[in-house]
C-alpha cells in the first residue's frame, strides 16, 4: 500500500500477494497519535496564565509542556475540563492525551469536586467524550473492581456528572470485569443514581449489556437460582438492590430464574403490568380467584394504560379455558375497575376491550353485568359490545346465551325511536347481525320487528331459524312474490318441513297471494316428498298441513303430487287421473300437460303392470291416459314397451286399429321407432294400401316418408314375384321412393335380396337418377358391394344366356366405377371379354361417361377378345386407349384423320396413342400438320428431320398449341425453325411459338426488342407458355422486360417474379404495394430480400402478406417485432401454410417462447423446433399437432431432432420399441426418426405415419416390408391388394422390395405402375426414388418370366414403344434392353429414353451405345438432351471432350434439382465452358450455384465481378474453401454495398460471412442480426476469436441460447477457452472452460492502442508493450 500526497488510498498492481484483513478486539484500548493530535496546535503560554483559561480547544492545553500539565493542581484541572465541556472538541483523542499527562490524584480531586457542585447532571456537555477518555486511562486497565470502595468512589461520585451517557461498550466491558456482588451492587447504585437523566435506549443498554448478563453469568457459573442473596431477606430489597430502576427492562421469569424464592406477590406495587401478566400465568393464578384477586387489587391505583398493558401482554400468553378456571372472578375484578372509566369510553374502547382484550372472559359474563355494560351505550358502542360477544358466544352455556339475548332484546326494545333501534342505515340481514348477533336464534321474528318495523327478513333468511321463517311465511304481506317463497325455503330442507308447516299453521287468517300460495305449495311438496312416500303420512299432508295450499296447485307441482305414487298401484293410478279429468276445466292446459306428463311417466315402466297382453295395444292406450289421450304420441306411446315385446305388441292390433293410431301426423315424433313397429308388423302391404288412401300421408314430412319407406322395405327387397315388385316400385311406394337412403341399398338390407328385385331397383334408380342428386355415389357403392359377393370367379347374378349384365345390374351407375370395382365385380377375364364386346354394353358405355381407367380396362379387354374390332365403331371414351388395336394400320387416309379428330375433340393426351397414330402417316406437310392437332406429339425425330423448314415455320402456330413435345422433338422443331430464317420482330412471332417457346435458344429472347418485350408481358397466351419454359429463359425475357430496370417489379408478370434479379429488389424508400408484390410468385432468395424491406419494428401489418413473401421470414427482421405483431405474422404463416426451412422455424420457436405465445397459435412446422420444455397444459396434445408438420425439417437439425424424439417419447410414455395405436396418431412422421425395430414392434397403425417419411433407411424399409407382409394392416395381405389400395398406401410402395410386388396380382400392379411411371414427372417424384422402385418392381417381374433364346424376344425398342409406360415391363432387364436396341433409335430419340426413369443399369448401356457413337464426344445438341441421370455418367475426363459454347447448354446441364454432379464433373463442365471464351454473369452463377462455383480455381473465381454476385442470388459457399471465401467476402461486400443501411442488408451478405473480418462482424453485431449458430460456426476462425461476449451475444440475439447446445463443436469451444469465464457467466448458459476470473488485485488492461487482445496475461503484455509503454496504462 502507499499514500498518495492527497491521502487517496490506491491500489498498485500486485502480483499474486493476498493482504490479511484486521478485525477488532472485545475491550482493546484505543490507540491514538500524539502527533496527529498536536500538529498544527500552539501551547504557547497556556498553562502560564492558569487560573485564566484560555478559550479554544483542549488540545492547546493537551499538547504543552509535560512537566507543566504534571503540576497542575486541581482546581487548575477543573477549571481546563469545565471549559473543554463547552468548546467545540468532537473527538475524545485531546481528552485521553490530557488525561494521560496529568497528576492522576489531582485528577480525582477534581472530578470528586465537580460532582460536589452537580446537582443534576442533565446539564453536562460532552458527557460521552469524558466517560469515554476516563474510562480509557483510568478505569480500562484497573484491577480494583473487586474493591467495593474502589468501585463506589468512581461510579457513584468521580463519574456521576457524564454516567447517564454510558455507552454499551464500557457496558459490555464492566460485565467482562472480575467482580463479586457488592462491586456490581455498587456500580449499579450509581447507575440507578442517573437513571432519570438517561435516554430510553441508554437505560435498556443497562439492562442488556450488564445488569442482566452481569447476573446471569453469576447464575450459571457460581449459585444457580440463588444470585446475589446475601443478607437480603425479601424480595423486595432484592429486587431494588440488583435491579434498582432497571428492574422495569426484566422478564418474570428472568427475576424467578435468578432468585428461586423470588416472589412476585410480595412485591405487586415494583412489577410492571407486564410482569404482572407474567406472574398471573406463571404463578397458574388463572386457576386461583384469591391470587386473581390480590393482583387486580394492587391494580386499583394504577392507571387504565396500565390496564390495558396488563391484558395486552395477558392475552399473549394464550392461556387455555381449561386453565382458565378463575375466569369469572377475573372478569368481575376486570369490570370493577372498568365500570368507573365506562363514561369515559369512546366506541373503539369498547372494541377494544369486548372483542379483544377480554374475549376469554365474556363466556363468564352474566345478564346482569351485561345490563350494566349496556345502561348508558351508544348504539355503536352497544354493537361493537355484541360483536365482541358474539365471537365468545360457542363458549357460552345456553343459560349463559338465552340471559345474554335477554340483556339484548331489552336495550333494543328501550332505544327504539318510532319503531327503529340502532338501524343506522343497515339493511336487515346486517341489522340483525350487528345488534344481536348469534344470540338472535333465541328470538320471536315479531321480536325482531319491534326493534325494526321494517324488518320483513327476506334478506336475512340465512341466519333465521326454521321457526322463525315458518313466522315470518305466515306474517301477512312478508311474502309477496313467488321469488320470496324461493328464497325462505331454499332455506328448508326436507328434515324440517314438518316443523316448518305445523309453526306455519299456527297463525290463523293467514291470506297469501295465489301466485305466492301456489308457489309454496310447489316448494312444500318438493320438500316433503320423502315423508309423503309412506302411505300413511301421505293421508296426514294432504290434510290438514297441506289444507290451505293445495288450492293453489299447478302444473309444476302436478308432478311433485305424482311422484310419490308407483305404477303397480293401477287402480290408485286410475282414481287419481279420473278424479283429475273430471276437474279438467279448472286446470290451464300446461297444468293439464304436466297431468299427462305425470301419467305418462308411470306408464313408462318396462313391465307394463297395468297392460293385458291378451288385448289391443290402442286399447289400453285409451284407458291409462282417458282426457288426456289427446297429448298422445307415438314416441309415448311406446316409451314404456321393451325391444323384445315389440313384435308381439304391435301385431296384437289390426291394420285400421294401427292405421287409426296415425290419424294425425303430429302424433308421428318417432321415425325411428315407426321403423321398428312397421319392420315387425307382418301385415306391411295391407297397411301401407289402407294408410295411402288416408288424408295424413299427404301431410307427412319428408323424413316420415323415409321412415315409412324403410320399414317396408324387406318387404320390397325380399320380394320373389315380379308382379308384386311391380306394385311395390309402383303404385305402393309412389309417394316415398324419392327418399330412398343409401342405407336402404346397405349389404345389412340388400344381402339376401333376389337378383330380380336387385335389378327392377337398379333400373327404378336409375331411370330417376336426375332425382337423386347427391347421392349417386352412394348408392353406387351398395350396388358395387352387392355385385361383388358373388361365387368365386363369376359375377353375382351373371347368366350365359344375358350378357349385358353391365346393362342390367349396372346401369349408368357403372360412370362412378373404377377398375378395381370392375375387376372386384367380374374378376374373371374371360367373362369380362365376353361382357364388353355386349351390343347392349357397348351402347351404355356409349351413352354414359365412365373413368379413364375404366376405358382403359374396357378398351384392353375388349381388344383382347376382338382385335380388329370396328375402331369406327369404337364409343369415343374407348377410342383413346385404342393404342392396341390392329384395325388402326387397316384405316384409310381420311378415316385415319377422322379418327385422329375424334381423339382430338374426346381424349387427354396420350404420346403412344399418338405416336401409333401418326406412324401410319406416310408424309407431312403444313396441311396434314394442322389436321394432327394434338397427335403430332407423336411425330419422331425421323418425321421432324424429314419435314422441310417451310412446313415447320407455315404449321408453326397449330404445332405451338400441342402439348408435351420432349426435348429432342422441341429442340428439333425449333432448330427447322431457325434454320427458316424466321424474324422475331413482333410479339405474334412470340406468342405463336406456344409450348415450343421452351426450346428457344434464350439468345433470342436476350435480342428480341424492348418494346415486344413489354407487350409480351401482357399477353397470356406467352406468360402462360415462358412461365413454363426453363428457368434461364424466364431469366433472359425478364431481363429484356427490366433494360432499363425502371418499375421492373410491376412489370414483369406475377409467374415471372421468380425471375427478376435480387439486385433490383432493393427498394429504399419507395417500396411497392404489398398486394400487388403478395400476387408475384417469388423465390425464397428474394423473398428473403423483400421480407427485409417490408418489415420494419412495430409498423409491419401482415393482412395482406402472401406465402410467397413470408417464405422470406428472416430472424434479424421478426426479432423485432413487437408481441402483437408477431403473432399476426405467426399466424398469417399458419393460415397460408407458409414453407420455411430450419433456421427460419427455430428462430419463430425461440421468439414464440420470448414473446410467451400460445403453441395453438403457431404452424405444426414451428412446433417442431419449440423448446418442449415450455410446453404448458398437454404435452400429448403439443405433440399430436407438432407432427402434423414438415417432419423432413427436423433432419436439418439433428440436436432438435433428439430433443424433440427425447420429450415426445416422456410424455407419451413410451418405453419401449412397442409403440400403441394412440402413440402412434400423436407422434406423426417423428416415426421416421425413431429405431427400424419400433416399425415391426408397434401397433399396424405404424404404416400411417410411414407416409410421412421423405427417406426411410435400408433397414427400415425392411422392418416395413415384414409389416407389410404380415397382413395385419388395415391393407390385408399384399395378395389382395387392388389398384386403388396400392394408391391408399401413398408413397410407401417407393419403399417396397421384390418380395411385396412379386405377391401382388398381375391386373393391378400393371396399372399400378403405368400410373407411378407415367405420371413421376408430374408427381415431382425425385428421380432417383423412382428408380429405385423400378429396380424392385422389374426384380419382381423378371423372377417370373422365362428366359428364352438368345436375341430380342420383345420386339425392337421404336419411338412409339418408348412412349409407353410400360416400356420397362416390355424390357424388364438391362440385357434385354440392351439386345433390342438399335443405335439409330437412341441416336433419334435420346430425348425420349432420358425422359424414362431407367435404371442406372439400362443408363450404362445407353452410355456405351454414344461412345460408340459419338467416339470424339457428343455433339452439343446431343448433350443437351441427355437428360440428369444418364448426363452424370459422364467422367471429368468424358465431359473434357464436349463443346459447351452455349449459356444454355451450361444451364440445362446445371438445373439445380437435378442430382448432384461430383466436383471433378463439375469442374471439368465449368471449365469447358469458360474456355470457350464465356464468363461467369448473374444469372449463370445463380443456376449453378455456390457447390458447383467452389470447385473452380482461385483464379477463375477471382475473376468474377461485383455486378455478377450481385444478380447472382444467395449462394450457398459453405463447401468452399477458406481462401476462395476471402476472395469472395470482398467482392460481396462490394456488390451489395449501395443496400448496406438497408434492413435486406444481412439477407444479402450472410451466405459469404465465412470470409468477413472481425471488424465487419461487430459492425453486424450491432445491428441485431440474430444470426444463425450454423452461419456463426462458419465464420473464419481468426476472425471468430477476435469477438468478446458482447460482440457474440448481439451477434446471435435469439439464438444465443444455440452456443449451450453447440458448446463442444471446434469454433464454440475454441471461442469459449479465449473468454473470461465471469464475461461467459454474464450469458447465464451455463458455458465453462473459460480463462477463470483474476484473483483480487489483478486488472484486465484493455488494450487499444496495441493487437494485444484483453485476455493475454499481464506477463505477456508487459514483455509486449515495454515497461514504459506499460506504464502509461497506470
Known amino acids: 500500500m502507499m499514500w498518495l500526497s492527497q491521502g487517496v488510498l490506491v491500489h498498485a498492481i500486485v502480483l499474486g500477494i493476498i493482504l490479511p484483513t484486521v478485525t477488532a478486539a472485545t475491550c482493546t484500548g484505543r490507540i491514538i497519535n500524539e502527533t496527529t493530535i498536536c500538529q498544527n496546535v500552539n501551547s504557547t503560554g497556556v498553562i502560564a496564565q492558569l487560573p485564566v483559561v484560555v478559550s479554544g480547544n483542549l488540545s492547546q492545553y493537551s499538547c504543552a509542556n509535560a512537566s507543566s500539565l504534571l503540576a497542575l493542581n486541581s482546581n487548575n484541572i477543573l477549571s481546563i475540563l469545565k471549559n473543554a465541556s463547552v468548546s467545540t472538541n468532537t473527538s475524545a483523542d485531546p481528552f485521553i492525551l490530557f488525561f494521560s499527562r496529568i497528576n492522576g490524584t489531582a485528577l480525582e480531586t477534581a472530578l470528586e469536586t465537580w460532582d460536589n457542585q452537580t446537582a443534576d447532571t442533565s446539564v453536562v456537555p460532552s458527557k460521552d467524550l469524558f466517560l469515554l477518555a476516563l474510562w480509557e486511562t483510568k478505569l480500562r486497565n484497573a484491577t480494583q473492581y473487586n474493591q467495593t470502595a474502589f468501585v463506589e468512589v468512581w461510579f457513584q461520585v468521580r463519574l456521576r456528572p457524564f454516567l447517564s451517557a454510558v455507552p454499551t461498550n464500557i457496558l459490555q466491558c464492566l460485565h467482562n470485569a472480575s467482580m463479586g ?97 407474567d406472574l398471573t400465568v406463571d404463578s397458574g393464578a388463572t386457576m386461583s380467584s384469591p391470587r386473581i384477586t390480590a393482583i387486580f387489587d394492587s391494580m386499583k391505583n394504577r392507571s387504565l394504560a396500565d390496564l390495558t398493558q396488563y391484558y395486552t401482554e395477558f392475552n399473549a400468553r394464550n392461556v387455555s379455558a381449561q386453565n382458565l378456571t378463575a375466569a369469572p372472578t377475573m372478569l368481575n375484578k376486570t369490570l370493577e375497575l372498568l365500570f368507573p372509566k365506562l363514561t369515559n369510553f369512546m366506541t373503539q374502547d369498547y372494541a377494544d376491550w369486548f372483542q379483544s382484550r377480554l374475549l376469554n372472559l365474556l363466556p363468564s359474563l352474566t345478564s346482569a353485568q351485561a345490563t350494566q355494560i349496556f345502561s348508558n351505550v351508544s348504539c355503536d358502542s352497544y354493537q361493537a359490545v355484541v360483536k365482541g360477544l358474539d365471537s365468545a358466544y360457542p363458549r357460552m352455556t345456553a343459560e349463559t346465551q338465552q340471559g345474554i339475548y335477554g340483556a339484548l332484546n331489552d336495550y333494543l326494545i328501550n332505544h327504539a325511536t318510532s319503531g327503529f333501534a340502532c338501524l343506522n342505515g343497515s339493511n336487515n340481514r346486517d341489522w340483525l347481525l350487528i345488534n344481536f348477533g348469534q344470540f338472535r336464534r333465541f328470538g320471536l321474528f315479531q321480536d325482531f320487528t319491534r326493534g325494526n318495523k321494517n324488518f320483513t327478513g327476506l334478506d336475512a333468511l340465512d341466519i333465521l331459524t326454521v321457526k322463525q321463517l315458518a313466522q315470518l311465511s305466515a306474517t301477512n304481506g312478508t311474502l309477496k312474490t313467488p321469488g320470496d317463497v324461493q328464497k325462505v325455503m331454499g332455506y328448508v330442507n326436507s328434515s324440517v318441513i314438518a316443523e316448518y308447516m305445523d309453526e306455519f299453521n299456527k297463525k290463523s287468517n293467514i291470506a297469501l297471494p295465489d301466485a305466492v300460495r301456489s308457489e309454496l305449495l310447489f316448494q312444500v311438496l318438493n320438500a316433503s316428498a320423502p315423508e309423503r312416500a309412506n302411505e300413511m303420512e301421505f293421508g296426514k299432508w294432504m290434510s290438514p298441513r297441506l289444507s290451505y295450499l293445495l288450492p293453489g296447485l299447478n302444473s309444476s307441482s302436478v308432478t311433485l303430487l305424482y311422484q310419490v305414487l308407483t305404477s303397480s298401484n293401477c287402480s290408485a293410478l286410475c282414481n287419481l287421473t279420473c278424479q283429475l279429468s273430471s276437474s279438467n276445466s279448472q286446470f290451464s292446459n300446461t297444468t293439464q300437460r304436466a297431468i299427462y306428463n305425470a301419467i305418462l311417466g308411470l306408464a313408462k315402466d318396462p313391465s307394463l303392470p297395468c297392460y293385458n297382453s291378451s288385448c289391443s295395444f290402442a286399447k289400453y292406450l285409451e284407458e291409462t291416459f282417458q282426457g288426456y289421450s289427446t297429448f298422445l304420441n307415438l314416441g309415448d306411446a311406446f316409451s314404456g314397451v321393451p325391444s323384445a315385446r315389440i313384435p308381439k305388441i304391435v301385431n296384437s292390433m289390426t291394420p285400421l286399429e294401427f292405421v287409426h293410431m296415425f290419424r294425425s301426423s303430429d302424433f308421428i315424433n318417432d321415425n325411428s321407432l315407426l321403423i321398428a313397429l312397421l319392420t315387425n308388423y307382418n301385415s306391411k302391404s295391407s297397411f301401407i294400401d289402407e294408410f295411402n288412401k288416408s288424408n295424413v300421408v299427404n301431410t307427412l314430412s319428408n323424413k316420415t316418408k323415409a321412415a315409412i319407406l324403410e320399414g317396408v322395405w324387406p318387404a320390397v327387397v325380399n320380394s320373389t314375384n ?79 344366356s344375358d350378357s349385358a349384365w353391365f346393362v342390367t345390374y349396372l346401369g349408368p351407375f357403372i360412370r362412378y366405377s373404377s377398375v378395381d370395382d370392375i375387376q372386384a365385380m367380374v374378376p374373371n377375364n374371360s367373362i369380362l371379354q365376353i361382357l364388353v364386346t355386349d351390343k347392349k354394353n357397348l351402347d351404355l358405355i356409349s351413352s354414359t361417361m365412365i373413368p379413364d381407367d375404366v376405358a382403359r380396362l374396357y378398351a384392353s379387354a375388349l381388344f383382347a377378345k376382338e382385335p380388329n374390332f370396328d375402331i369406327r365403331s369404337l364409343p369415343d371414351q374407348l377410342l383413346c386407349f385404342a393404342k392396341d388395336s390392329a384395325a388402326i394400320k387397316n384405316q384409310m387416309y381420311d378415316q385415319l384423320l377422322q379418327i385422329i379428330k375424334r381423339i382430338n375433340a374426346n381424349c387427354r393426351a396420350d404420346p403412344q396413342l399418338a405416336s401409333v397414330l401418326v406412324g401410319h402417316l406416310l408424309s407431312l406437310n403444313s396441311g396434314n400438320l394442322k389436321d394432327l392437332g394434338q397427335q403430332a406429339v407423336g411425330l419422331t425425330t425421323g418425321q421432324i428431320t424429314n419435314m422441310s423448314n417451310a412446313d415447320v415455320q407455315n404449321s408453326i402456330e397449330d404445332l405451338g398449341k400441342v402439348k408435351g413435345w420432349d426435348a429432342g422433338q422441341a429442340q428439333g422443331l425449333v432448330n427447322k425453325l431457325l434454320a427458316s430464317n424466321i424474324s422475331f420482330s413482333t410479339p405474334d412471332s412470340f406468342v405463336q411459338l406456344g409450348s415450343l417457346v421452351s426450346a428457344m435458344p434464350s439468345r433470342v429472347f436476350s435480342s ?56 433490383l429488389l432493393i427498394f429504399g424508400k419507395n417500396i411497392p404495394d404489398i398486394k400487388s408484390l403478395s400476387k ?12 427485409g424491406n417490408l418489415v420494419n419494428g412495430d409498423s409491419a401489418n401482415f393482412t395482406d402478406f402472401s406465402a410467397s413473401v413470408l417464405q422470406g421470414s428472416q430472424c434479424h427482421s421478426v426479432s423485432r417485432l413487437n408481441s402483437n405483431n408477431f403473432v399476426s405474422l405467426v399466424s398469417k404463416m399458419k393460415s397460408t401454410q407458409t414453407i420455411l426451412d430450419a433456421s427460419q422455424l427455430d428462430c419463430l420457436a425461440k421468439l414464440s417462447k420470448k414473446n410467451s405465445v400460445d403453441y395453438e397459435v403457431l404452424p405444426a412446422d414451428v412446433l417442431l423446433f419449440y423448446d418442449t420444455n415450455s410446453v404448458k397444459g398437454n404435452c400429448k396434445d403439443f405433440f399430436t399437432q407438432a407432427s402434423q408438420g414438415n417432419i423432413n425439417n427436423l433432419a436439418q437439425n439433428p440436436v432438435q431432432l433428439d430433443r424433440v424424439l427425447k420429450r415426445s417419447s416422456s410424455c407419451l410414455s413410451i418405453n419401449s420399441f412397442a409403440l400403441s395405436a394412440d402413440q402412434l396418431r400423436s407422434l406423426g412422421g417423428l416415426v421416421c426418426y425413431m429405431d427400424p425395430a419400433v416399425i415391426s414392434a408397434s401397433d399396424p397403425q405404424v404404416v400411417e405415419n410411414l407416409k410421412q417419411c421423405q427417406n426411410l433407411q435400408d433397414s427400415q424399409q425392411r422392418e416395413l416390408v415384414k409389416v407389410l407382409n404380415s397382413g395385419k394392416t388395415q391393407y390385408g395381405a399384399p395378395s389382395s391388394w387392388n389398384f386403388g389400395t396400392l394408391n391408399k398406401l401413398g408413397s410407401l410402395p417407393f419403399f417396397m422390395n421384390k418380395d411385396i410386388f412379386s405377391n401382388l396380382n398381375t391386373n393391378f400392379k400393371t396399372g399400378f405402375f403405368r400410373n407411378v411411371v407415367g405420371g413421376f414427372k408430374t408427381q415431382n417424384i425425385p428421380r432417383g426414388k423412382i428408380q429405385k422402385f423400378i429396380t424392385s418392381f422389374l426384380s419382381s417381374v423378371s423372377s417370373q418370366r422365362k428366359r428364352r433364346g438368345a436375341g430380342c424376344n420383345a420386339g425392337n425398342i421404336t419411338a412409339t414403344s418408348l412412349k409407353d409406360p410400360l416400356f420397362l415391363l416390355t424390357y424388364p432387364s438391362a440385357e434385354e434392353f440392351d439386345r433390342c436396341l438399335d443405335d439409330d433409335v437412341l441416336q433419334q430419340n435420346l430425348a425420349a429414353f432420358a425422359e424414362q426413369p431407367l435404371p442406372d443399369s439400362y443408363l450404362e448401356v445407353m452410355k456405351a451405345r454414344l461412345d460408340k457413337i459419338y467416339p470424339q464426344g457428343l455433339p452439343e445438341d446431343q448433350i443437351k438432351l441427355l437428360g440428369s441421370a444418364l448426363s452424370r455418367l459422364y467422367t471429368g475426363a468424358d465431359i473434357s471432350k464436349w463443346n459447351i459454347t452455349s449459356s444454355d447448354t451450361l444451364n440445362i446441364l446445371m438445373v439445380p434439382d437435378d442430382p448432384r454432379w461430383n466436383e471433378t464433373q463439375a469442374k471439368a463442365i465449368l471449365t469447358r465452358y469458360l474456355q470457350s471464351g464465356n464468363t461467369l454473369t448473374g444469372p449463370i452463377l445463380k443456376n449453378i450455384g455456390g457447390e458447383y462455383l467452389c470447385t473452380l480455381d482461385v483464379a477463375q473465381i477471382s475473376s468474377i465481378s461485383a455486378d455478377s454476385l450481385k444478380d447472382a442470388g444467395r449462394l450457398d459457399i459453405s463447401t468452399c474453401s477458406q481462401d476462395k471465401k476471402d476472395i469472395l467476402y470482398p467482392i460481396a461486400k462490394e456488390a451489395f454495398s449501395s443496400a448496406m443501411n438497408s434492413n435486406s442488408y444481412y439477407s444479402l451478405i450472410q451466405p459469404y460471412l465465412g470470409g468477413a473480418r472481425a471488424a465487419d462482424l461487430k459492425s453486424l453485431a450491432q445491428s441485431n442480426v440474430s444470426m444463425d449458430i450454423q452461419t456463426f460456426m462458419g465464420l473464419k476462425t481468426s476472425e471468430l476469436l477476435q469477438l468478446s461476449v458482447p460482440d457474440v451475444k448481439n451477434l446471435l440475439g435469439i439464438n444465443i441460447d444455440d452456443l449451450k447446445t453447440y458448446q463442444n463443436d471446434a469454433p464454440v469451444s475454441n471461442w469459449i477457452k479465449q473468454q473470461i469465464q465471469s464475461d461467459l457467466d454474464s450469458l447465464g448458459l451455463g458455458l465453462t472452460g473459460g480463462i477463470a476470473t483474476l484473483p483480487a488485485g489483478y486488472i484486465i488492461i484493455q488494450v487499444t492502442s496495441g493487437a494485444v487482445p484483453s485476455v493475454y496475461s499481464l506477463q505477456t503484455v508487459v514483455l509486449t508493450l515495454g515497461i514504459s509503454a506499460f506504464r502509461r496504462f497506470l
Request: with cysteine; charged share 15%.
Open 722 to 800: 315380379e308382379a308384386d315388385l311391380d306394385m311395390w316400385l309402383g303404385s305402393r311406394l309412389q309417394p316415398y321412393f324419392l327418399l330412398i337412403s343409401k342405407d336402404l341399398l346397405k349389404p345389412s338390407a340388400m344381402q339376401n335380396a333376389t337378383c330380380l328385385s336387385f335389378s327392377k331397383i337398379v333400373n327404378k334408380l336409375g331411370t330417376n337418377l336426375k332425382d337423386f342428386k347427391g347421392q349417386e355415389q352412394d348408392f353406387y357403392s351398395s350396388i358395387k358391394t352387392y355385385l361383388s359377393a358373388g361365387a368365386s370367379g363369376v359375377p353375382r347374378c351373371y347368366s350365359t
Open 1008 to 1063: 428480341m426488342p424492348r418494346e415486344v418485350a413489354r407487350n409480351l408481358t401482357n399477353n397470356a397466351q406467352f406468360v402462360s407458355s415462358i412461365a413454363n419454359a426453363p428457368v434461364y429463359l424466364q431469366e433472359a425475357f425478364v431481363g429484356k422486360v427490366c433494360s432499363p430496370s425502371t418499375d421492373c417489379v410491376n412489370n414483369v408478370p406475377d409467374s415471372l417474379a421468380g425471375a427478376i434479379p435480387n439486385s
Open 1080 to 1091: 408475384k410468385q417469388w423465390t425464397k432468395d428474394q423473398a428473403m430480400i423483400l421480407f
Open 181 to 277: 456482588c457488592q462491586q456490581y451492587q455498587a456500580i449499579l447504585k450509581g447507575l440507578n443514581m442517573v437513571f432519570n437523566p438517561m435516554t430510553p435506549e441508554t437505560r435498556s443498554s443497562v439492562y442488556s449489556s450488564l445488569v442482566f448478563p452481569y447476573l446471569q453469568t453469576i447464575n450459571s457459573t457460581n449459585s444457580p437460582g440463588s444470585v446475589c442473596t446475601d443478607s437480603l431477606n425479601n424480595s423486595s430489597a432484592w429486587l431494588m438492590i440488583n435491579f434498582g430502576n432497571f428492574s422495569t427492562y426484566a422478564a418474570y421469569k428472568d427475576l424467578t430464574s435468578l432468585n428461586v424464592n423470588f416472589s412476585g406477590f410480595d412485591v405487586l406495587e415494583l412489577l410492571t403490568s407486564t410482569q404482572l401478566a
